[in-house]
């Protein structure tokens, strides 16, 4: 694509990002903490798991804006395939191979049983489903006092959603759901309650720390089975715009 065109894409790209996020009146999108994890003894994976897995990195990207989009019940919105394509394409991506990703990527969020599809005068009708991937109709999740996390806009309106890969935003979503003072990645349960590998918390852990979105203090720990008897620590703390409250 000649730049002239990349330019005018990238700029009717933020304006339909402006006009998704003002349009809400709020600065964050709540997110049931079920997307990451289904509690329960053992906690299983939630729907997150099987987009980090197939690499649905486009349906993720999506997800998070439809979200984004329909914080008024009933939750439901048209997406325009030519606005939509605009707002959630990738960099230098030209809006035919947009397009399509948009199409593929609304299958993939019906298929996961997040949304739920119809289509009215030839143009896709969302509904937005529960974030558990259960097929039930969302509601806001503070309106059943269930747990969730919140996502800031500030994380498109700083461009994390175009700078960030598949394994940074799953981790940073999961750190949104850890304690605000500092934690640790579950490393050792990482497949079973998040159903992610150790070396993709990793990978989007360091992804983070490099966009100076966490910070993280070391130090030694007994270890009996470590070679010196000791391991690090390593304390992960949300910072920069991504930062959480104490409270």
Same mark, same amino acid.
């Given at each position: 694509m000649r730049s002239a065109d990349i330019g005018a894409l990238e700029e009717a790209r933020a304006h339909n990002l402006r006009d #998704? =996020?003002? /349009?809400?009146?709020? %600065?964050? #999108?709540?997110i049931r903490v079920s997307f990451l994890q289904i509690?329960?003894?053992?906690?299983?994976?939630?729907? *997150?798991?099987?987009i980090v897995r197939k690499?649905?990195?486009?349906?993720?990207?999506?997800?998070?804006?439809?979200?984004?989009?329909?914080? #008024? $019940?009933?939750?439901? =919105?048209? #997406?325009?395939?030519?606005?939509?394509?605009?707002?959630?394409r990738r960099p230098l991506q030209s809006r035919?191979?947009?397009?399509?990703a948009l199409s593929r990527s609304l299958e993939v969020? /019906? !298929?996961?049983? =997040? %949304?739920? +599809?119809?289509?009215?005068?030839? %143009?896709? *009708?969302?509904?937005? *489903?529960e974030e558990s991937g259960g097929?039930?109709?969302?509601?806001?999740?503070?309106?059943? /006092?269930?747990r969730y996390i919140t996502l800031p806009h500030q994380y498109?309106?700083?461009?994390?959603?175009?700078?960030?890969? *598949?394994?940074?935003? $799953?981790v940073l979503l999961l750190a949104r759901s850890l304690r605000p003072r500092g934690f640790t990645l579950p490393l050792a349960h990482a497949k079973e309650w998040y159903g992610i590998s150790a070396d993709t918390l990793r990978r989007g852990m360091n992804e983070l720390v490099q966009a100076r979105l966490v910070?993280? !203090?070391? !130090?030694? %720990?007994?270890?009996?089975?470590?070679? +010196?008897?000791?391991t690090v620590r390593r304390l992960y703390t949300l910072a920069g715009a991504m930062a959480r409250s104490a409270s």
């Open positions: #998704v =996020l003002y /349009g809400t009146r709020r %600065v964050a #999108v709540p509690r329960g003894t053992p906690p299983e994976p939630g729907p *997150l798991a099987e690499r649905y990195h486009h349906a993720l990207d999506l997800y998070l804006l439809i979200l984004a989009a329909t914080p #008024v $019940a009933p939750h439901r =919105l048209f #997406v325009n395939p030519d606005f939509w394509a605009t707002l959630v035919r191979a947009a397009r399509l969020l /019906g !298929s996961l049983d =997040l %949304v739920k +599809r119809e289509t009215r005068l030839g %143009v896709p *009708l969302i509904q937005l *489903l097929g039930e109709l969302y509601t806001h999740p503070a309106e059943r /006092g269930q498109w309106e700083e461009g994390f959603d175009r700078t960030l890969d *598949l394994p940074g935003k $799953a910070r993280y !203090s070391a !130090s030694d %720990v007994p270890a009996p089975k470590a070679p +010196r008897g000791t």
